[in-house]
């Protein structure tokens, strides 16, 4: 089956530091990759999502680039901010196997400093 | 503004009654989804409707059940047959015709069941 796995958080930064939440998948299909983001109380947002492989999904200064050949589709930022301070969900939606059905992973909380 | 809304944005009940949790889209979507979230844990599906009066058992269905007898509404029924009621519930849309079938995600209804 669909799985998709974050790393551990908490991660906690300074700001203007470089981020990275790593993420990898299994699909048995061919799977398009999201990032959703969640402030406090609130529900999700899209981020940003790459539909194939070698793709980058950009947004609001956040990047990740779909990497078939080790699964992955890790989330960047070069310079964080204190109002990024929030969870981050990697998904994965695959057409030919679980039409439209979304598998989470588990979350990293980000949590950035002044 | 075209979006998803969730009401209410808290609700309390006691053990043993049902509750209904509403939600609504005017995104012209086929396809809407609702989502358990517990602390510190992904998000879990529940049901799934890609049509009017069609939907799908999730990952964790049982306690739960669903109508779909409008395109725009979805409203989800926690009965007294779920153990662990108690969480942060999500709704979400898709269209069906668009190659990713990314998700847009309603603000969430707490739910406290004591």
């Known amino acids: 089956g669909n799985s998709v796995t974050q790393m551990e958080g908490p991660v906690t930064l300074s700001e203007e530091a470089f981020l990275t939440i790593n993420c990898t998948y299994t699909a048995t299909g061919y799977p398009s990759l999201f990032w959703y983001v969640q402030y406090p109380g609130e529900g999700l947002q899209l981020l940003l999502k790459a539909t194939k492989a070698d793709d980058k999904g950009s947004n609001k200064g956040f990047e990740a680039t779909y990497r078939k050949e080790t699964t992955s589709f890790h989330l960047e930022k070069g310079s964080v901010q204190v109002s990024d301070s929030a969870v981050y969900f990697c998904?994965?939606?695959?057409?030919?196997?679980?039409?439209?059905?979304?598998?989470f992973g588990q979350g990293t909380i980000l949590t950035v400093h002044p | 503004d075209g979006g998803i809304t969730q009401s209410p944005k808290y609700l309390f009940r006691k053990e043993g009654q049902n509750v209904t949790l509403s939600c609504e889209q005017n995104l012209n979507h086929d396809a809407m989804y609702w989502y358990r979230q517990d602390p510190g844990q992904g998000l879990r599906l529940i049901y799934y409707?890609?049509?009017?009066?069609?939907?799908q058992k999730g990952d964790i269905a049982e306690g739960y059940s669903v109508s779909r007898e409008k395109k725009e509404s979805f409203p989800l029924t926690v009965t007294s047959a779920q153990k662990n009621p108690t969480a942060f519930y999500l709704c979400?849309?898709?269209?069906?015709?668009?190659?990713?079938?990314?998700?847009?995600f309603g603000p969430g209804t707490r739910l406290t069941v004591t």
């Open positions: 998904a994965l939606s695959d057409r030919e196997t679980s039409y439209g059905k979304l598998t």
């Open positions: 409707s890609q049509i009017v009066n069609d939907f």
């Open positions: 979400a849309s898709s269209t069906t015709s668009s190659p990713s079938y990314e998700q847009y």
